[in-house]
């Protein structure tokens, strides 16, 4: 009989920019649940990738002198780097810009479309978000504002695109979501999903003029249009498995799309409605997670507080950082995550509770001996319940019961004092409870359960679990998780800086962390005595400061939110003892302190409320 198939998918990450862990989070979930699968004997396929054309990869490629490809290249890089680096089990990694993989599929998808009369053209006169890169709904728009970019004003744009007919396949999608033939996953999103539609779905723009999207896939046929975001992108599902030939249906339709909240609607929407048209069968579920704050604020730029899990890793071993990631964030909500949490979970959890155990009673195991007998304590390991758990997606649950189980076992080894008593068949209960254990963490931390099944000689294999453990040569295990110091000096430093950093605004953390206190930073007041713009940078100024007894040239973010009249004169609170930077071929020499409001839609200078000479000191 031939293998169940298990088809997975994460979202494709824009490649602009390294990845941040509210990716890392996506990724391992769908990695935990790819290796379950596997772990049951299904034939999985974990599709994983970049999504690389768009407006502002060719922007920000001009920025730095690279071509567009050059730009993707190195930041699609990262994202492998990722998948390395965490341990990810994906067996295909599919980009957008690859002409062999990805390109055929798409146009022959588009083909399709068209030839169902499923595209038109149309002039169309919409609110453009370089930001989001895609054309936002009047009734979306917040004051006129995105709300995803409150601080880009959305351009009005005029053109002839192509438009996808999403409306006639609206009904349809409404209907076999509510029936769950398109499960969305945790329900309350299909509620959110459901309501946010109840007047239907709209078409929707496919293309674009290639004026303003020079880096893409040319629309078949038509030499002046590039194709848009949906069209290219969602097709990654099928493309990365072979589609347009006939082997993608070895594993499509997909098991499971995982998603981030603010991507749902495009795979529960635009997605199936492209699928129907072209007579595909759809995708079987959607689960979706939400968003990471890290300590308990939202990740931003200007907060420098955006973890990089790629330089994390630098620190921390993979599993310590998958295990946090699945332990304490619920699914499909918001959670946060913070290095103080990983290090306490690493050494209470991994090291104490796991780590001991295994250590513990393969040195009892090499010292007395196993004697093999019935198995009674393995019965606390409440088997069936964690594999329902994790198969509806609630690891950080799955996760609570499995530890319940390691506490047991370390509770056996102190109640019968086994230390002393070296009782043999105690010891063979524990380390066939242990075999249990890593066959049911393999998941999630594999790489810790992999070495522990060569500790104790089994195969890490769903049937293993009923199986007796075979009793062969154990020796004490390698310590499995160091306990990880707290570095207390770090972590005032940063304490102190978010404090600090909250009053002063543009100065980012990690720029005042290397002075660490106030009585370090000198802050002078000066004057805004020239403003010139940077060639090729949207949001710098070059601005020349005078503070006193000296000029200052400091390049500064602030052309969105003030003109150049309205900056030229003003004063300001120059950060002026601030190693020197180049930004753009020129050297910037301090930073300016603004007020700036959550959203970061607004920035606002500090100055003092009256006259006082330039130079003067800030304490
Ligand atoms: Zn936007």
């Not at 078949?220 to 590039?226: A, C, F, K, S």
């Not at 082997?247 to 199936?272: E, Q, S």
């Not at 003892?577 to 409001?597: F, H, T």
Request: with cysteine; glycine share 6%; hydrophobic share 40%.
């Amino acid at each position: 009989m031939k293998n169940k198939k298990f088809y997975i998918t994460t979202t494709i990450p824009y490649a602009n920019a390294p990845p941040h862990i509210g990716f890392a989070l996506e990724i391992v979930q769908a990695d935990v649940l790819a290796r379950w699968h596997s772990l049951l004997g299904e034939d999985v396929f974990f599709l994983t990738g970049t999504d690389e054309h768009g407006v502002k990869n060719y922007k920000m490629a001009k920025e730095v002198g690279l071509t567009p490809q050059q730009f993707v290249d190195k930041n699609s890089d990262y994202f492998r780097e990722l998948t390395k680096v965490l341990n990810i089990s994906n067996n295909y990694f599919i980009r957008t810009t690859d002409k062999k993989a990805h390109w055929p599929g798409v146009i022959n998808l588009w083909k399709i479309l068209a030839k169902k009369r499923d595209i038109y053209k149309k002039k169309y006169k919409g609110n453009y978000c370089y930001g989001c890169e895609r054309f936002v709904i009047e009734k979306d728009l917040i004051d006129g504002k995105c709300p995803n970019h409150p601080n880009l004003t959305p351009e009005l744009i005029e053109e002839e695109n192509y438009f996808f007919k999403l409306s006639k396949y609206s009904d349809k999608i409404i209907n076999l979501i509510k029936k769950d033939k398109l499960k969305i996953t945790p329900e309350k999103w299909k509620n959110d999903f459901l309501s946010l539609i109840k007047d239907g779905l709209t078409d929707v723009s496919f293309s674009r003029d290639k004026k303003h999207l020079p880096w893409g896939i040319p629309v078949p046929g038509d030499e002046n249009q590039v194709l848009y975001v949906w069209p290219d992108a969602l097709t990654n599902y099928i493309t990365g498995i072979g589609y347009p030939d006939k082997k993608y249906k070895k594993y499509w339709p997909a098991d499971v799309h995982v998603v981030g909240k603010d991507m749902l609607r495009f795979h529960t929407g635009i997605w199936p409605g492209m699928l129907l048209s072209a007579g595909i069968k759809l995708p079987k579920e959607v689960i979706v997670h939400g968003f990471l704050t890290v300590n308990g604020q939202k990740m931003s730029k200007s907060l420098g507080n955006v973890v990089n899990p790629i330089e994390l890793r630098k620190k921390y071993d993979a599993d310590s950082i998958r295990y946090i990631l699945m332990r304490t964030i619920p699914f499909g909500d918001d959670g946060d995550f913070s290095e103080k949490a990983l290090v306490e979970r690493n050494n209470s959890e991994l090291a104490d509770k796991l780590g001991n155990l295994v250590s513990r009673v393969s040195a009892l195991a090499e010292k007395y001996g196993l004697v093999k007998t019935e198995n009674k304590l393995v019965k606390k390991l409440k088997v069936k319940e964690i594999s329902s758990l994790i198969e509806n997606y609630e690891l950080d649950k799955a996760l609570n019961l499995i530890f319940e189980f390691v506490d047991s076992c370390n509770l056996y080894v102190q109640e019968n004092e086994l230390w002393k008593s070296g009782d043999k068949k105690k010891l063979y209960e524990l380390a066939d409870s242990i075999k249990a254990l890593a066959i049911l963490l393999w998941a999630f931390i594999p790489e810790t359960c992999e070495k522990i099944s060569k500790v104790f000689n089994f195969k890490i294999d769903f049937k293993e679990l009923k199986k007796p453990l075979k009793i062969g040569k154990i020796r004490k295990a390698e310590i499995l998780f160091r306990k990880i110091e707290v570095d207390e000096k770090q972590e005032e430093k940063v304490n102190k800086a978010e404090k600090i950093e909250k009053i002063e605004g543009i100065a980012t953390m990690s720029e005042i962390v290397q002075y660490g206190d106030w009585e370090k930073l000198d802050l002078r007041v000066g004057k805004i005595i020239k403003v010139e713009d940077i060639e090729n940078a949207d949001k710098l100024y070059k601005l020349t400061i005078d503070i006193g007894k000296e000029k200052r040239v400091v390049c500064a973010g602030l052309k969105k939110f003030y003109s150049k009249d309205e900056l030229k004169n003003k004063k300001c609170i120059l950060f002026v003892n601030l190693a020197s930077r180049m930004m753009r071929g020129i050297e910037s020499r301090g930073m300016i302190l603004a007020a700036v409001n959550e959203d970061e839609s607004k920035v606002r200078l500090i100055q003092p409320d009256s006259e006082i000479e330039l130079g003067a000191r800030v304490r």
